[in-house]
């Protein structure tokens, strides 16, 4: 299967972002907190996106918001896209400069699983939970 992967739009994809989403039962984030993302698509099909959060001097970054489109939910080639996504982003932290990288997962996941294959570490102890809170009175969760 051939991949392509393209930079997100939020104009137009965080719609698409929205239903996912829902579909998943997740967390809803408005989009003005999202920096540059990428998106990875097969025969016109959107299969997951994801983003990337620099700091300030460069040198960490932190991938985020991984999300796939349930309706590819078990396709043979989900984890092939999500892998070449996750690869793709990190190669765009090591040409900003970045050289260390995590990303917050749900335990006993199957992002979880993928991340320990392509070689991030987590500790043995229990999971942790990412909680989210507006700092905007006009923009609540």
């Known amino acids: 299967m051939s991949f392509t992967i393209r930079s997100v739009n939020l104009e137009e994809d965080y719609p ?5 989403w829902a579909g998943h039962n997740a967390l809803v984030m408005p989009a003005h907190v999202f920096p540059q993302g990428w998106c990875i698509e097969a025969g016109g099909v959107e299969i997951a996106m994801s ?8 040198k960490f970054a932190v991938i985020e918001w991984l999300t796939t489109n349930p309706a590819v939910a078990l396709s043979r080639s989900l984890v092939e ?3 070449l996504l996750m690869a793709h982003i990190e190669g765009v932290a090591r040409a900003q400069g970045c050289s260390f990288i995590i990303s917050f ?3 006993n996941s199957g992002e979880e699983r993928l ?15 990412t909680y989210a809170k507006s700092l905007c009175q006009q923009s609540p969760l």
Do not use: C, N
Request: hydrophobic content about 40%; glycine content about 14%.
């Open 81 to 83: 896209a999500v892998k």
């Open 105 to 107: 997962i749900a335990p």
């Open 51 to 58: 983003f990337l959060y620099l700091d300030v001097g460069g």
């Open 16 to 20: 698409k972002l929205l239903k996912w």
């Open 115 to 129: 991340m320990k294959r392509i070689g991030y570490q987590t500790s043995e102890g229990p999971g942790h939970r």
